[in-house]
Every structure is written in structure tokens, then in C-alpha cells.
């Protein structure tokens, strides 16, 4: 593609994202980069990003490969001054070239690919959804039979298929089930929801799996969704609506929170010392930072403490806007991962458990407990982990 076209590319696409008119209000007061947790390994912050594009140089940009660094945390979003909405325009425009081009990192076009053809990342059949269904001790109702729920229960790619984030799921299903609430899940039907595509710049994808989901959605009667798939909430609430998606969603930290009172009753007692990661798309993104401490520490036994940089500072595990999709070129581009220096926060504090709400936390951060040589000092769990250990004890 000529420089030319590239530009014009760019500005109709960044031109169908609200607030994206902004883009040329940036004052290039640089917050952005001083914010972003690879601004010290980056040729092109977002606020460079802009520089070059307003002068031409988009090629340049693309070239240094700085589009790919982004792990969409969103801190340069709620930061910038003139609120240009760079995580969910800004970037995803500049890769959505960038996959035009052809020149998209490995490991990520291969799991967009798979999300095309499969329906999920990890290159599985749509039959083996509900597999993690066959190794609990309870039974998990599906649409397909049930017909009607009020609560539809979204496992997400990770939730369904990855070896670690499928015992989240498990976990949280079964808190839903010792709590006597009426749910099902889609198996085979449900497929990916597309968040990470979307902040990936593939727009397309991202509206092809959102008409195909709601078509799904539309025929079965529920009252609410929930999901323990951080991204997956994002998406359901920020731009499904766009596509005539109405039904009320939860985080499952939320639907903790509501059904706390009941939980009590049923918690017994836990010897942790325990800390909270504030995942960015359920924090910075969707402000949900009160409920998740709630359910912590109304858990008797748990000693809570905070780390440093928490709620709308929190670091970023670095898996977010497709980043688990690229472990290898972030670890070319810096020295230690943010997973890596999230953990280290973590044990500083004195903290026996690490606390997540978002699945691609769970992976992110054991990797990091491997590499910085803290397993077997720091455990990682997600909040429906501890809350179904602690009505289990
Ligand atoms: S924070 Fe916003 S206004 Fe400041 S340089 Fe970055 S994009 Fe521009
Ligand atoms: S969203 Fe986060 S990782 Fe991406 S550019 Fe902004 S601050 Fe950096």
C-alpha cells in the first residue's frame, strides 16, 4: 500500500471510532509515554505515534513494529488530557495496517487465524467447549437443552480451553452452583467474543463474531450474562450495544459482590495473606475496584493488604490487547516483562497469594513467578478460586 492510501486507511478507520476526532487535539504533552509501561522500549509512544502519522510518517511507525508493544492497559487513555482515545483507536487503526500490510508478528496472526476458523485461539474444535463440563463434580446445564437460564455463563477462549484458566472456570462455576443459582452455558456455540481481535485491529473479525454471538444470544431466553473473562465483559458492554446487544452483563466479581451476604453465610476460615491485582479491564477500563476487595475481605482469616501501584495505577500484566499473543517480541523489545515486576510488587508486601479477576492474569502472572524465581513463595488464584476455598474449608 502507498503512504497515500495508508493514510486515508487510517483516518476513515479512526473516523468510525467515537471520540477519535480528538486526534488532533493531542498537545504532545507526552503523559502518554511517561505512562506506558513500554515507553522506555519503544521508538514510537503513543504520543510519537501521532506526531508521525500527522506528518506522513506512517510507514516509519509500522516499521519499528511500536503498534505491537501496546498491551491496551489503557493508562495512556484515562491519562491523556485531551482524552483521545488512543488504546481502542489510535493503535488498533495503526495495526490494522500493519495486518494489511501482511506483517503482523507470528504468534498473533496465527491466533487471529485460528479465531477465524475455529471460533477460539487455540486452534480446538467448537466440540471440545465444553470438555472442562466433564470434569466437575456437578452437573452445568447448556442452552442448547435448557433453553432458558438467568444467568448465562460465558467461559471465553482461555476460560474453555487453556489447561490453568479452565480451573477458573470450573471454580466459578462451581460458587455458582453451591449458591443455587439457575445457569447454563452455550458449549459448543458459544465462540470467541473478540475483544483482543478488536484492540488487534481486526475490526472485521471483531464484527463478524459480535453479529454471529448475538445471533446465538437471540435464541435462548436469560435474564443476565456473566462472565469471569475480563475482556470479554468489555466487550459485551462497551460494543455489543453497537450491534443491538441489550441483555444486562455482569463481571463475576459483580455478581460476588451481589450475592456476598449469601456467601458469608456459607465462608469458612483461610490462613492467607492475600493482595489484589487490579486487572486492567476490570479496573482502569470499568472502574469495578471496591467489589473485589469486598468479597476478599469478607472472607474471615484473609489478611489483605495493597500493593504500591493499585487501582486506576495498577500495572498491567502485559497480556491484554493481544500481548499473550506476543510474548516473544515483547521480550525482545524489554528487559523485564510487567507480569515479571507485578509479582515482585506482590511478595514485597508480604503477600502469600496473589489475587487476579482476569484469566489471562492467572497465566501471565505464574510465568512471571517462574522467571523471577518466586514460586513456591507467591501463589496466583483467581477471586473465584479463593472465594470456592474458602466455602470449602
Ligand atoms: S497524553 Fe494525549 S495529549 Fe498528551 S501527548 Fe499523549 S496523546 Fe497527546
Ligand atoms: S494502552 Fe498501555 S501499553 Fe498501550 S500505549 Fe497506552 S499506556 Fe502503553
Same mark, same amino acid.
Given at each position: 500500500?502507498?503512504?497515500?492510501?495508508?493514510?486515508?486507511?487510517?483516518?476513515?478507520?479512526?473516523?468510525?471510532?467515537?471520540?477519535?476526532? /480528538?486526534?488532533?487535539?493531542?498537545?504532545?504533552?507526552?503523559?502518554?509515554?511517561?505512562?506506558?509501561?513500554?515507553?522506555?522500549?519503544?521508538?514510537?509512544?503513543?504520543?510519537?505515534?501521532?506526531?508521525?502519522?500527522?506528518?506522513?510518517?506512517?510507514?516509519?511507525?509500522?516499521?519499528?513494529?511500536?503498534?505491537?508493544?501496546?498491551?491496551?492497559?489503557?493508562?495512556?487513555?484515562?491519562?491523556?488530557?485531551?482524552?483521545?482515545?488512543?488504546?481502542?483507536?489510535?493503535?488498533?487503526?495503526?495495526?490494522?495496517?500493519?495486518?494489511?500490510?501482511?506483517?503482523?508478528?507470528?504468534?498473533?496472526?496465527?491466533?487471529?487465524?485460528?479465531?477465524?476458523?475455529?471460533?477460539?485461539?487455540?486452534?480446538?474444535?467448537?466440540?471440545?467447549?465444553?470438555?472442562?463440563? /466433564?470434569?466437575?463434580?456437578?452437573?452445568?446445564?447448556?442452552?442448547?437443552? +435448557?433453553?432458558?437460564?438467568?444467568?448465562?455463563?460465558?467461559?471465553?477462549?482461555?476460560?474453555?480451553?487453556?489447561?490453568?484458566?479452565?480451573?477458573?472456570? +470450573?471454580?466459578?462455576? /462451581?460458587?455458582?452452583?453451591?449458591?443455587?443459582?439457575?445457569?447454563?452455558?452455550?458449549?459448543?456455540?458459544?465462540?470467541?467474543?473478540?475483544?483482543?481481535?478488536?484492540?488487534?485491529?481486526?475490526?472485521?473479525?471483531?464484527?463478524?463474531?459480535?453479529?454471529?454471538?448475538?445471533?446465538?444470544?437471540? +435464541?435462548?431466553?436469560?435474564?443476565?450474562?456473566?462472565?469471569?473473562?475480563?475482556?470479554?465483559?468489555?466487550?459485551?458492554?462497551?460494543?455489543?450495544?453497537?450491534?443491538?446487544?441489550?441483555?444486562?452483563?455482569?463481571?463475576?466479581?459483580?455478581?460476588?459482590?451481589?450475592?456476598?451476604?449469601?456467601?458469608?453465610?456459607?465462608?469458612?476460615?483461610?490462613?492467607?495473606?492475600?493482595?489484589?491485582?487490579?486487572?486492567?479491564?476490570?479496573?482502569?477500563?470499568?472502574?469495578?475496584?471496591?467489589?473485589?476487595?469486598?468479597?476478599?475481605?469478607?472472607?474471615?482469616?484473609?489478611?489483605?493488604?495493597?500493593?504500591?501501584?493499585?487501582?486506576?495505577?495498577?500495572?498491567?500484566?502485559?497480556?491484554?490487547?493481544?500481548?499473550?499473543?506476543?510474548?516473544?517480541?515483547?521480550?525482545?523489545?524489554?528487559?523485564?516483562?510487567?507480569?515479571?515486576?507485578?509479582?515482585?510488587?506482590?511478595?514485597?508486601?508480604?503477600?502469600?497469594?496473589?489475587?487476579?479477576?482476569?484469566?489471562?492474569?492467572?497465566?501471565?502472572?505464574?510465568?512471571?513467578?517462574?522467571?523471577?524465581?518466586?514460586?513456591?513463595?507467591?501463589?496466583? /488464584?483467581?477471586?473465584?478460586?479463593?472465594?470456592?476455598?474458602?466455602?470449602?474449608?
Amino acid at each position: 500500500m502507498e503512504v497515500e492510501e495508508m493514510l486515508e486507511t487510517y483516518y476513515e478507520r479512526i473516523g468510525e471510532i467515537p471520540g477519535s476526532e /480528538k486526534f488532533i487535539q493531542c498537545i504532545q504533552c507526552g503523559t502518554c509515554g511517561g505512562s506506558c509501561p513500554y515507553g522506555m522500549g519503544t521508538l514510537f509512544t503513543p504520543r510519537r505515534m501521532i506526531l508521525a502519522v500527522r506528518a506522513g510518517m506512517v510507514k516509519e511507525v509500522l516499521d519499528s513494529g511500536a503498534q505491537w508493544l501496546c498491551t491496551s492497559c489503557f493508562t495512556c487513555s484515562l491519562r491523556c488530557p485531551s482524552q483521545i482515545p488512543i488504546t481502542d483507536a489510535i493503535i488498533p487503526a495503526l495495526r490494522e495496517l500493519s495486518l494489511l500490510e501482511g506483517n503482523p508478528p507470528e504468534e498473533l496472526a496465527a491466533a487471529l487465524m485460528n479465531i477465524a476458523r475455529y471460533g477460539n485461539s487455540f486452534r480446538e474444535s467448537p466440540r471440545k467447549r465444553d470438555k472442562w463440563t /466433564k470434569e466437575v463434580d456437578f452437573e452445568v446445564p447448556v442452552m442448547a437443552k +435448557k433453553k432458558s437460564a438467568d444467568v448465562l455463563f460465558i467461559t471465553e477462549c482461555f476460560g474453555a480451553y487453556h489447561r490453568r484458566c479452565k480451573e477458573i472456570t +470450573k471454580a466459578f462455576a /462451581k460458587v455458582m452452583h453451591l449458591l443455587g443459582v439457575d445457569f447454563a452455558i452455550l458449549g459448543n456455540e458459544e465462540r470467541c467474543i473478540g475483544d483482543l481481535a478488536r484492540l488487534s485491529g481486526e475490526f472485521g473479525l471483531f464484527e463478524d463474531l459480535a453479529e454471529k454471538n448475538i445471533r446465538v444470544f437471540e +435464541k435462548y431466553e436469560f435474564n443476565k450474562i456473566v462472565t469471569h473473562d475480563a475482556h470479554a465483559y468489555n466487550a459485551l458492554i462497551r460494543e455489543y450495544p453497537k450491534f443491538g446487544f441489550e441483555k444486562e452483563t455482569l463481571h463475576h466479581t459483580q455478581f460476588l459482590y451481589q450475592n456476598l451476604a449469601k456467601l458469608k453465610e456459607m465462608f469458612g476460615k483461610l490462613d492467607y495473606t492475600v493482595t489484589y491485582h487490579d486487572s486492567c479491564y476490570v479496573g482502569r477500563r470499568n472502574g469495578i475496584y471496591e467489589e473485589p476487595r469486598e468479597v476478599i475481605r469478607a472472607i474471615p482469616g484473609v489478611k489483605f493488604v495493597e500493593m504500591k501501584r493499585i487501582r486506576e495505577n495498577a500495572l498491567c500484566c502485559g497480556g491484554g490487547g493481544g500481548g499473550v499473543w506476543l510474548d516473544s517480541f515483547i521480550k525482545e523489545h524489554i528487559k523485564e516483562r510487567p507480569a515479571e515486576s507485578r509479582v515482585k510488587e506482590a511478595a514485597a508486601v508480604g503477600a502469600d497469594v496473589l489475587v487476579t479477576a482476569c484469566t489471562l492474569d492467572v497465566p501471565m502472572f505464574e510465568d512471571a513467578l517462574k522467571v523471577t524465581g518466586l514460586e513456591g513463595e507467591l501463589e496466583v /488464584k483467581d477471586i473465584a478460586e479463593l472465594v470456592l476455598e474458602a466455602l470449602e474449608s
